[in-house]
Structure formats: C-alpha cells, structure tokens
C-alpha cells in the first residue's frame, strides 16, 4: 500500500513537472479517450496510460478483495479448522462482504497432494465449509456464500515438498 501510494505521488509529481509534449503542444489541447492519460515520458515525449492501472481495482470485484483483504487462508496437514491467523483474514472478508451486500462469494477448498483423490475431495469440502461457517458465524447471510471442493486437482504451487504443500492446503474466496 505504501509503495502504491509513493508510486501515485511520482506520478503526479512527473505529470505536474511536464504539462506540454515534444512538439511544444499543451497536453491540455491533446483530446484522449475517456480510460487513458497523457503525460510526459522518461525522454521528454508523450506516453499513454490506462488510467484503470493507476485508479486500482473496481470496488466490490475479485481484484479488490485479493489487492485489499486477501482471498485465501491456509489450513495445517490434514486439517479444516481454522488459525487465528485465518480467522483474521476472514473477519476481514465479512466487514468487505457487508460494504458489498450484492456480491456473492464461492470458497474453493484445495489440499495437497497427499492422499487419495476420494480423501481429498472431502477434505477440501471440509475446508470450504469452515470457511463459509465462519463468514455465517460474522453475520453474513449463507445464501451469499458457496461452497466447492477441489481436492488435489488444482494446485496453486506445484512441487512435492513441504512449502509446495502447505501453499495447496487452502480455502479460496471467489467473487461470483
């Protein structure tokens, strides 16, 4: 966030240091589209910008969840419930859920790859219902949140090792 914040400050330090382009035209007469910007480049020329990359992401979307709160908690070796760190992730989900009353969510729940296919699809359902009994339990309404059960099939981090593990033992919060 703060390195977001520094980047937004040279930016706008750059744009006011250099209000015309090479060929001596005021950037205020150059007409753009309505989601980009002009402003001067590193050499003295004109660059364009999509405005979207500096604004950040839409508020309510994946994006802004995964950027402002995190969409994922992690679970131990052959277990669903929750760390306290886990806990803080989602309390932090249910206050971004209750600014957005229309969204709705589906947790994915993954494991690693250890264990039958069969095991491990119970497992992650396990997981992805933890996750959405706690967001229920912080007051959101349980037809907002979905549930989904991955098991071992789409691991986030590939490996057989324990950092690769512990990476895939994880529920995921997907904005729908």
């Known amino acids: 966030m703060v390195f977001r914040s520094f980047m937004m ?5 750059s744009v006011a240091a250099c209000s015309s382009t090479k060929d001596g035209t005021d950037v205020g007469d150059i007409r753009v589209e309505e989601r980009q910007d002009i402003t001067a480049g590193p050499l003295g020329g004109t660059e364009v910008y999509d ?23 992690f679970f131990g070796y052959d277990r669903y419930d929750l760390t306290p760190e886990a806990q803080g992730t989602l309390e932090l989900q ?17 494991c690693d790859e250890r264990g039958t296919r069969e095991y491990n699809l119970a497992l992650g359902e ?16 349980p037809m ?11 691991p986030a981090v590939l490996g057989s090792n324990p950092a690769a593990w512990s990476q895939n033992r994880r529920g995921v919060t997907l904005v729908d």
């Open 9 to 13: 400050m040279a930016l706008l330090v």
């Open 51 to 73: 405005r979207s990359l500096l604004d950040g992401p839409a508020p309510g979307s994946q994006q802004d969840l995964v950027v402002n709160v995190g969409d994922r908690v």
């Open 94 to 110: 249910a206050e971004w859920m209750r600014r957005y009353p229309a969204v709705t969510l589906t947790v994915e729940g993954h």
């Open 126 to 141: 396990r997981r992805a219902n933890a996750v959405k009994s706690y967001l229920v339990a912080l007051g959101i309404d």
């Open 144 to 154: 907002r949140v979905g549930t989904l059960s991955f098991g071992k099939e789409r």
